[in-house]
């Protein structure tokens, strides 16, 4: 394993993942929070955010996602996007859309918000709600596309994929298109985390990836020039590895809530991966010296089929941590490719088929105590 080494190329990172706050109105069961969720009374305070978006356009960063949970519930988020626009950072908005009205909108726009991505569950209302374990959210995602439409805002519709809506891709791209968005990303759950609890639920079927897939070419070529239809390839049933990140510690970096920085949202599931933060150390050191962002940078670490495959430098050997959570080990090959030798953990999956049955998505970790207002937290929606 190599350590300490400079980035490759004296590469710098251009994109901040900037996890305000991990507490959500919603529960979605893939949610991309860790099982540990960052207590309120561990988040940074406005000051720490200003100092770290400083810190990163010193370092190069030119664009941040401001997400969670859900970011509109910080009080400060607009002094938030100020302190990015005064140090030259385009914000993007990650939101559920709940709690957004006109005032909050017209406030952020004033602090200088460039462009907002709004999350959608399904084309359905009620399945919608159901997916996000809380009524009325459908409504309120409409309110707040419409809202930040008249902003004259750029807006994007982020969309989960899996079993529970893969059928309704088409009217998810007519509901983006009635809704004004500029983009649509649909992608396919990723399994580890809540997704990983929650696989048996939400896992699909070839049938239903094929007929989705078809459906996205169809609707690209007729959008083309309007809407820009973004999909994130479903790496359980296509056998290819999915690029980390641009590479590990290569092109961004993410600050949880309570500073930690990692160089991917999920790589606080890797237990021994000794992730800094930024109340102890400087941006700059953490990207260039630290273990953590050195640990699987370029592709001096890769071991088996990795190590000598001429696409080692286009998907870097896959997702750490899905190869942690499937095999325990994080320096595996990504059991999603067909050439690791743990992909027969995923064909058994995808050859045999969803379960006729889906058990209830689960919400919260058995044995963890919830803080109110969490995602991933308690009341069930059912199915
Ligand atoms: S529960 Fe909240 S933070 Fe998690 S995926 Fe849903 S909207 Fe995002
Ligand atoms: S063996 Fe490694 S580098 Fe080659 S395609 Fe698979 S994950 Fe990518």
Not at 146 to 165: E, F, Q, S, Y
Not at 215 to 237: H, K, N, Q
Not at 355 to 360: A, K, R
């Amino acid at each position: 394993m190599t350590t300490h080494q400079a980035p490759v190329n004296g590469a710098r990172p251009w994109a901040l993942l900037a996890e305000l706050t991990h507490a959500c109105p919603l529960h979605c069961p893939y949610c991309s929070n860790p099982l540990e969720l960052a207590r309120r009374s561990t988040e940074l305070s406005t000051g720490q955010w200003t100092d770290v978006l400083r810190q990163a356009a010193a370092l190069g960063v030119v664009h941040t996602h401001l997400s969670g949970g859900e970011p509109l519930l910080r009080p400060d988020l607009e002094r938030i996007v100020a302190a990015a626009e005064a140090a030259g950072i385009y914000t993007q908005l990650v939101t559920s859309g709940t709690g957004l009205d006109e005032a909050r909108l017209g406030a952020l726009c004033a602090a200088g918000l460039r462009s907002v991505q709004l999350s959608v569950q399904h084309a359905d209302a009620k399945a919608n709600d159901r997916i996000a374990g809380r009524p009325s959210s459908f409504a309120a995602k409409e309110r707040a596309a419409a809202l930040v439409r008249r902003a004259g805002l750029p807006l994007g519709l982020n969309v989960v994929l899996h079993r529970d809506n893969l059928d309704a891709v088409d009217d998810l791209i007519e509901l983006g298109e009635a809704w004004g968005v500029d983009r649509i990303e649909l992608a396919n759950t990723q399994f580890y985390g809540w997704g990983l609890l929650n696989r048996a639920a939400l896992l699909p079927t070839r049938d239903q990836l094929a007929r989705a897939r078809e459906t996205v070419e169809r609707r690209r070529e007729r959008l083309a020039g309007r809407i820009d239809l973004v999909w994130v390839v479903p790496d359980y049933f296509d056998g290819v590895a999915k690029p980390c990140m641009g590479g590990w510690g290569a092109v961004s970096l993410t600050v949880a809530p309570d500073g930690t920085v990692l160089p991917c949202p999920a790589a606080a599931s890797l237990p021994d991966l000794d992730a800094p933060n930024v109340r102890d150390r400087p941006l700059d050191w953490i990207w260039e010296h630290s273990p953590a962002f050195n640990r699987f940078r370029g592709t001096g670490w890769m071991s088996g089929p990795c190590g000598g495959c001429p696409r080692r430098e286009e998907d870097f050997g896959g997702c750490r941590c899905q190869a942690y959570a499937l095999t325990g080990d994080a320096a595996r090959t990504d059991p999603a490719c067909a050439l690791s030798p743990d992909h027969h953990l995923i064909r058994s999956l995808t050859d045999t088929g969803p379960v006729q049955e889906p058990p209830p998505y689960v919400y919260r970790r058995p044995g963890a105590v919830p803080e109110p207002g969490h995602g991933g937290s308690p009341e069930p929606a059912g199915r």
